[in-house]
Nanobody, 122 residues
Framework: QVQLVESGGGLVQAGASLRLSCAAS???????MGWFCQAPGKEREFVAA????????PYADSVKGRFTISRDNAKNTVYLQMNSLEPQNTAVYYC????????????????WGQGTQVTVSS
C-alpha cells in the first residue's frame, strides 16, 4: 500500500509561483509519479509526470514552460513548481503513482493523494 500526501497549495495572485509537494510512504518509490488537476465542474486533467530516473517528464501543453516536475528519491517526494500562475490554473491538484499504461491517463494510476487546493486570483 502507498500513501500520498500533497501540500503547498494556497491562494495566490496571477503571475505568482507555488511549489507543490507530494510525500510518498508505504512502499518503494521507484515508480512513475504524476500530477493531475481538477477544476470545479470539469474533469480531472493531466498536468505532468516523471519517471524514477527523471529522464522522462511529459507535460500538458497548457503548462509547458511554466510548470516543472521533479522528484527527490531519497526523500520519496515529488514536486511541482508552478510559475506564472493564471486564474485558469485554479483547481485541486492531486499526485498519483504507478500508472499501468501511459502516465497521461489518470484512470491507469493505482494510488492517489487527497489533493491540495490551488486558487489563483486575477
Amino acid at each position: 500500500q502507498v500513501q500520498l500526501v500533497e501540500s503547498g497549495g494556497g491562494l495566490v495572485q496571477a503571475g505568482a509561483s507555488l511549489r507543490l509537494s507530494c510525500a510518498a510512504s508505504g512502499r518503494t518509490f521507484n515508480y512513475v509519479m504524476g500530477w493531475f488537476c481538477q477544476a470545479p465542474g470539469k474533469e480531472r486533467e493531466f498536468v505532468a509526470a516523471i519517471n524514477w530516473s527523471r529522464t522522462i517528464t511529459p507535460y500538458a501543453d497548457s503548462v509547458k514552460g511554466r510548470f516543472t516536475i521533479s522528484r527527490d528519491n531519497a526523500k520519496n517526494t515529488v514536486y511541482l513548481q508552478m510559475n506564472s500562475l493564471e486564474p485558469q490554473n485554479t483547481a485541486v491538484y492531486y499526485c498519483a503513482s504507478e500508472p499501468s499504461v501511459t502516465p497521461r491517463i489518470g484512470a491507469t494510476y493505482r494510488y492517489w493523494g487527497q489533493g491540495t487546493q490551488v486558487t489563483v486570483s486575477s
